[in-house]
């Protein structure tokens, strides 16, 4: 190859366009040959400042001022127009992530419920099948109650109900939201009730709701720092007699 022909090529050859042939033919002859070598240095060089940026320049602040000015003295109407479009367009985009962030938070919190309700339902039933309605089987606040020390570091109420219709069976240890709690039990003619108690976190709860899953009635309620939930197949009136009762 000829110094001639390499510099006819020497373009392609830095831009990656010459087969694997002509490349080949290329580096063999500036092997040889300090001319076509420096040529070929010159090109890397001026390829790579191109990729470096270096010929870039940003309009300085004051040209971009100038220009504006210049569009609003020309068309003062358009300019307004165009300014107030702006602004609708950047306050729409703020809506729209204000929008979308409190979507997800709204999410991510009934989802975070959801997930404590089931909770609250699986420890229910399993509670009335498993045959371990109780860890302490009494109807005696006073004997209940002191059963739970040593075991949480809270004391739950065992409030006796049984004049008012709702029996203390008893109280029991159980695990809601992977931590210990107390279930307080109760009984309405062949209906089971409990009353799970622990220490109000940020679980997603609400403060007080009422709902229906899978057939249970739930009713909670937080109050002086605990979280309280109420769950059996007892009817809601009932059960908010029996919630009512509770809370006095
Ligand atoms: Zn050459």
Redesign the pocket.
């Known amino acids: 190859m000829?110094?001639r022909e390499?510099?006819n090529l020497l373009t392609a050859y830095v831009d990656g366009e010459l087969d694997s042939a002509g490349s080949l033919s290329i580096e063999s002859?500036?092997q040889?040959?300090a001319?076509?070598?420096a040529?070929l240095e010159n090109l890397h060089a001026l390829s790579s400042a191109i990729q470096n940026g270096g010929l870039r320049f940003k309009a300085p602040h004051r040209l971009k001022k100038n220009i504006a000015a210049a569009i609003r003295a020309e068309h003062p109407k358009a300019a307004r127009t165009f300014s107030g479009w702006r602004w609708a367009s950047a306050l729409a985009a703020v809506v729209l992530i204000v929008a979308v962030w409190t979507a997800a938070i709204r999410w991510s919190t009934s989802s975070e419920e959801t997930l404590l309700v089931n909770d609250i339902v699986s420890s229910h039933v399993r509670s009335t099948m498993a045959n371990h309605i109780t860890d302490v089987a009494s109807s005696d606040s006073h004997t209940v109650k002191p059963w739970f020390a040593g075991k949480l570091d809270y004391s739950p109420p065992a409030k006796d109900l049984t004049e008012q219709g709702f029996r203390l069976v008893g109280g029991r240890l159980d695990y809601i939201d992977n931590r210990p709690v107390a279930a307080l039990v109760y009984q309405r003619s062949q209906h089971l009730i409990n009353l799970f108690v622990w220490p109000s976190t940020n679980t997603g709860i609400k403060a007080e709701d009422e709902l229906t899953r899978q057939g249970y009635n739930l009713i909670h309620w937080t109050k002086s720092g605990m979280t309280y939930s109420l769950v059996s197949e007892l009817n809601l009136t009932e059960l908010r007699d029996c919630a009512r009762l509770l809370r006095e």
């Open positions: 000829t110094c390499t510099k002859h500036v040889g040959c001319l076509c070598l040529e």
